[in-house]
């Protein structure tokens, strides 16, 4: 079943800002992640239960899969630099879209 795809501003920008070739990339397996959520490739965060990252080179596409309403929320797209890159990837404040 297909889900719904939510991106959040932090990680527009962040796409925004990714080499032309990387930003295409991420743009492709973003778009097939509201197709197929857990793809081979996806690994779940320790410690972070329901996060998941998706591995692209030196990238990291860090996301959350909401099952019950089917949505897949894009939380950051970061260079991988150590532990930090999995920290601070909450969502969005409430309110904000």
Known sequence: MRHKLKITET???????????????????????????RPRESKELRGMPGRYRIRLDQWRIIYRIERENLVVLILRVRRKTGAETYEDIEEEPKGRK
Do not use: F, S
Request: hydrophobic share 35%; aromatic share 8%.
């Open 11 to 37: 990680a527009k920008k962040e796409i925004y800002r990714l080499p032309g070739n990387i930003r295409q990339r991420v743009r492709w397996i973003v778009n097939n992640l509201a197709e197929d959520p």
